[in-house]
C-alpha cells in the first residue's frame, strides 16, 4: 500500500486542473505548472524557517507567505481549473516576493542576491505563455533589478544572518537560478534538435515523393523558382507500351485483382526505367509512357530505350503474372519533344509534340508481342539491333508510314 502512494500522489498532481478536452500540449503545460509551483512553494518553507531560525522574522514571513499563497492558488486551480488565473497568479508571485524579501534583507548584498529568483517568472513565462508576454514579465524583472539598484542605499541595515550563511545563500541563488536557466536551455536546444531533425525526415519525405513526380532537374528548378518550366528537345526517343486484350480481361477481375495486377505489371517497367535511368512520363490506364534524352539529353536515347523494350517484351513471353500470360504492343518513335509541367494542383511533367504522337501510333498500330519503330528510330539503331520491314501501314493521322519489328540485338 505505502509503495503505491507515492504514485497515487503522482497521478493526482498530474490531474489537478486538467479538462476532458484539453489538448497533449495543454495537459502538459498544467502539469508542468503544477510541479514546479510544487515545487518552490516547498523550497520556500525551507527558506522562510530558516530565516526564522535566525530572528529574520520579516524576511522569512515572505517566503512562507509565498508558500501559503502558492498553495492556496493550486487548491483553487484545482477547484476552479481557471489556468489562465492560476498562471498569472504564479508568475506574479515569483516575480514580487524575490523583491519584496531582498528590501526586507537589507539589500542586494545582504539578502545574497535573493533577487536573481524573480528571474525565474520571465524564464517560466517562456514555457506557458506566448513570446511577446514573456518580453513583458522579463521587462518587469529588468524594472525590479533596477528599482532594487535605486532603493539599496535606502534600504541597507545590519543583518541577522552569520556570514558563512550569506555566502551559502548567495552560492545557493545564483546556483539554482542558473541551473534553472541552464535546463531551460538545455531544454529548448533539444526541442529545436528534435524539431530539425523531424523537418529533415518530412522534407526527405518530400523530396522523395516530388522526385516520383518529376525529374530531379525539373524539381530542383520549382523548389526555387516561380516560372512556367517548358523546353525544346531535339533528340528524344519515346516509348509507349500497351497490355494486348485489356479491357475483356479486365471485366473479369475484381477491382482489387486488377489494381494488384497493374502494380506488378508498372513496378516491373519502374525497376527498368531505374536501371537504364530513362524518364518515366505516366501511366494511362493499361499503357505505359517513358522517354530517353530527357531532360538531360543522351546520345544513345534510341538504343538504350528498344534495349529496355526488348527486355519487356522478352520478360512478359517467359513469365506470368497472377497466372495470366500477358503480351504488350510496343511504339517507339525519335524525334523533337516539347517538355514542361503542367497544373498547379497534382502537376505534371509531360510531352508534346509530332514525335510523341507518332509514338503512341506506333503503339495502337503494332503488332500483339512486337516492338514497332519508325524510320526516325531505325536509322538511329539499325546498326546495332536486328530490325524487320514491316512494309506499309496507314496510320490514323499521319497516312501511310514504313515500319519496323525490332527482333534483337546484332550479336
Not at 524539431?195 to 522523395?208: D, G, I, N, Q
Not at 536515347?301 to 527486355?311: F, G, S
Not at 525519335?334 to 503503339?363: C, Q
Request: charged share 15%.
Amino acid at each position: 500500500m505505502s509503495n503505491n502512494l507515492p504514485q497515487k500522489l503522482v497521478r493526482f498532481v498530474m490531474h489537478i486542473g486538467v479538462n476532458p478536452s484539453d489538448s497533449d500540449e495543454t495537459h502538459l503545460e498544467k502539469t508542468l505548472l503544477v510541479f514546479s509551483s510544487l515545487m518552490m512553494a516547498s523550497l520556500a518553507i525551507v527558506w522562510g524557517f530558516t530565516y526564522v531560525a535566525f530572528r529574520e522574522y520579516l524576511a522569512g514571513a515572505i517566503p512562507l507567505s509565498y508558500s501559503v499563497l502558492s498553495f492556496l492558488s493550486i487548491i483553487s486551480f484545482a477547484r476552479m481549473r481557471r489556468y489562465h488565473f492560476f498562471r498569472f497568479s504564479q508568475l506574479l508571485l515569483s516575480l514580487l516576493l524575490p523583491f519584496f524579501l531582498m528590501i526586507a534583507l537589507g539589500g542586494f548584498v545582504n539578502s545574497s542576491a535573493v533577487v536573481l529568483w524573480s528571474l525565474s517568472c520571465p524564464l517560466g513565462a517562456l514555457v506557458f505563455v506566448e513570446r511577446r508576454q514573456a518580453i513583458r514579465w522579463f521587462l518587469a524583472f529588468l524594472a525590479l533589478v533596477i528599482l532594487g539598484a535605486i532603493l539599496d542605499p535606502f534600504v541597507q541595515r545590519t543583518s541577522y544572518l552569520p556570514p558563512i550563511l550569506r555566502i551559502i545563500f548567495f552560492v545557493m541563488n545564483i546556483g539554482c537560478t542558473s541551473t534553472v536557466v541552464f535546463v531551460l536551455l538545455q531544454y529548448f536546444v533539444s526541442q529545436k534538435e528534435t524539431t530539425l531533425k523531424l523537418l529533415h525526415v518530412e522534407r526527405s519525405k518530400s523530396e522523395h515523393l516530388l522526385l516520383n513526380i518529376l525529374p530531379k532537374e525539373i524539381a530542383d528548378i520549382l523548389k526555387n523558382e516561380s516560372r512556367t518550366i517548358a523546353n525544346q528537345y531535339d533528340q528524344v526517343s519515346v516509348l509507349f507500351a500497351d497490355i494486348v486484350n485489356f479491357t475483356p480481361m479486365s471485366a473479369l477481375m475484381t477491382p482489387v485483382g486488377l489494381v494488384e495486377l497493374l502494380n506488378d505489371i508498372f513496378s516491373f517497367f519502374d525497376v527498368l526505367v531505374e536501371k537504364y535511368q530513362l524518364e518515366k512520363i505516366k501511366t494511362i490506364g493499361d499503357c505505359y509512357m517513358v522517354a530517353a534524352g530527357i531532360p538531360q539529353s543522351r546520345p544513345d536515347h534510341a538504343h538504350i530505350l528498344t534495349q529496355m523494350a526488348i527486355e519487356v517484351r522478352d520478360h512478359f513471353t517467359q513469365h506470368q503474372f497472377q497466372g495470366r500470360r500477358l503480351a504488350f504492343r510496343i511504339g517507339i518513335n525519335s524525334g523533337p519533344v516539347v517538355a514542361g509541367v503542367i497544373g498547379h494542383m497534382k502537376f505534371a511533367y509531360d510531352l508534346w509534340g509530332d514525335a510523341v504522337n507518332t509514338a503512341s501510333r506506333m503503339e495502337s498500330h503494332g503488332v500483339e508481342g512486337q516492338i514497332q519503330i519508325t524510320r526516325a528510330t531505325y536509322e538511329l539503331i539499325k546498326n546495332d539491333f536486328v530490325c524487320e520491314p514491316r512494309g506499309v501501314v496507314n496510320v490514323k493521322g499521319k497516312g501511310e508510314m514504313k515500319v519496323w519489328h525490332v527482333r534483337g540485338t546484332r550479336v
